[in-house]
């Protein structure tokens, strides 16, 4: 594993991070990539509020391993729920206590994209609230993540004196967000700066177009796409780190492969071109950008909204039969059209995509033949088996009596 120093403290952090919100929910498994990792030398690993049980499910697990004293622990502090100056305690006492611990080694203000966002907690204290908690020692260092604008990531960065941040970095989202702009801004304060979704939530990695696959099978060195995606965001030496979600064994074994080998400033200017050509088609061919981070659910008229939008999204990598197939597989009922218009997703969305309209294009796409037929063919089956299953019931209770 390679190690980059954090300019402010000197802690040296593992290139690649642990995003554990994708781990699942499977402990047993979870358990194993996380003790398999720190094994071979990843040290950081982030989690949060807001992704429901993570933090509990990572605390028994750092319990039960004895590995907290081996990792620096990093969650967020949800700042959209903070009503009042109490909130703060609050939230920050039920993460101590889903993580099992005493202190936290990065804390970050969670998904704080406007400098009014900042003021607003300003107004109730927090600046004060942190400096006590740095000083009783349960916060070591203080940061934030962000998916706003270039210009807010400034005003944001000039704001406090944080000591590091966490911004949407690939090279699909170069001059998207913070981008290279806040990246480099960043790193002249002597922040640390930490990737989050450097393939893109895998997109990246899966399901290309095939011009992008083809670019990247006939380079030399051969490497897959996810590498390729990764070597990039490690070739910036301003990144500190760069986490990834790796919910299987293999992935993790493929990443930390690159990230004991990619090292900063490393790729030629043939292979950066090459990227950029990949980009290119990428781009093009992009209908919704997500990255199915979830945050836009659950949606309360039921849509599965990341999984529309991965559907639609193929259609334009594959055949528009297939990718329909896969929406009435995994998507069923919970379509596009069952979108009411209501716009909470759009209030959490970090992207800032306009999900109804989004949605409803989606609908188009994807809801016409033979999706109607398929679904009044799937619930006439679920009736049938309900029925079965009411009439071995009575018949039980026939028996029995």
């Not at 900042?118 to 942190?130: D, P």
């Not at 950008?289 to 990598?317: D, Q």
């Amino acid at each position: 594993m390679q190690y980059r120093t954090n300019p402010r403290n000197g802690d040296q952090l593992s290139v690649l991070g642990y995003g554990c919100m994708r781990l699942g929910r499977n402990e047993k498994e979870a358990e194993k990539l996380l003790v398999s990792a720190v094994e071979q030398g990843v040290n950081y690993l982030d989690t949060a509020y807001f992704y429901a049980g993570n933090e509990a499910m990572l605390g028994r697990i750092l319990q039960r391993t004895g590995l907290r004293d081996r990792v620096k622990l990093a969650t967020k502090m949800p700042q959209y729920f903070v009503k009042k100056p109490a909130d703060l305690d609050r939230f920050f006492n039920i993460e101590l206590e889903h993580l099992q611990t005493d202190f936290v080694d990065y804390y970050l203000m969670h998904t704080l994209n406007s400098l009014d966002q900042w003021q607003r907690l300003v107004g109730f204290g927090v600046m004060e609230w942190i400096a006590a908690k740095k000083a009783a020692g349960q916060i070591k260092n203080i940061g934030f993540s962000f998916h706003g604008s270039r210009e807010e990531f400034r005003r944001i960065v000039d704001a406090y004196p944080w000591e590091f941040c966490m911004i949407q970095y690939n090279y699909l989202d170069e001059y998207n967000q913070a981008g290279k702009d806040g990246l480099l801004y960043a790193a002249d304060k002597g922040m640390a700066v930490m990737v989050m979704e450097p393939l893109r939530g895998g997109r990246l990695a899966m399901g290309l177009p095939r011009e992008v696959q083809d670019i990247f099978s006939h380079a030399w060195p051969e490497r897959n796409p996810a590498e390729w995606g990764l070597r990039w965001v490690w070739n910036h030496p301003q990144v500190t780190l760069a986490l990834s979600g790796m919910n299987t064994s293999l992935v993790l074994e493929e990443n930390i492969r690159v990230a004991c080998d990619a090292k900063p400033d490393s790729l030629s200017e043939e292979e950066l071109a090459l990227i950029d050509r990949a980009r290119k088609i990428i781009l093009e061919k992009t209908k919704v950008p997500c990255t199915g981070c979830g945050y836009c659910m659950p949606c309360p008229y039921g849509v599965e909204i990341p999984l529309c939008f991965s559907c639609y999204n193929e259609t334009a990598v594959k055949s528009k039969f297939r990718s329909q197939m896969k929406y009435i597989t995994y998507v069923g009922a919970h379509g596009a059209s069952r979108c009411k218009q209501c716009g909470k997703c759009e209030e959490h969305c970090p992207q800032s995509i306009p999900i109804r309209e989004k949605l409803a294009e989606a609908a188009r796409s994807l809801e016409g033949f033979p999706y109607k037929p398929a679904q009044a063919l799937i619930g006439r089956w679920l009736r049938w088996e309900k029925g079965q299953g009411d009439q071995g019931s009575e018949r039980k209770e026939e028996h029995s009596s």
